[in-house]
Nanobody, 120 residues
């Protein structure tokens, strides 16, 4: 069974930091490039970051480089998203994904999402 379970969302103030976690089932974690997406109210879901299983190569949305950091713990089948200097426009539902990366990230599986709300 494929499972992606996000946690760590919540309500924070502008300038705060937050770390999201996504625990994945073993079957997909070991063969997937793991990623994060987000969807703000009234907007399309957008790519945030991804990290490969072998080598830990990372990919980021240009607008988020320097504030967000993706990492993974292969022993725990978990991927993280460290978000610093949060802004109100970072408010969104954040989704974990398992997929692959060629020229772009292609998600195959999704988590249920975790809400991040940044107040001004």
């Amino acid at each position: 069974q494929v499972q992606l379970v996000e946690s760590g969302g919540g309500l924070v103030q502008a300038g705060d930091s937050l770390r999201l976690s996504c625990a994945a089932s073993v079957r997909i974690f070991g063969s997937s490039t793991m990623g994060w997406f987000r969807q703000a109210p009234g907007k399309e879901r957008e790519f945030v970051a991804a990290i490969s299983f072998i080598g830990g190569n990372t990919y980021y949305a240009d607008s988020l480089k320097g504030r967000f950091t993706i990492s993974r713990d292969n022993a725990k089948n978990t991927v993280y998203l460290q978000m610093n200097s949060l802004k109100p426009e970072d408010t969104a539902i954040y989704y974990c994904a398992a997929g692959t990366y060629y020229s772009d990230y292609v998600p195959y599986y999704w988590g249920q999402g975790t809400q991040v709300t940044v107040s001004s």
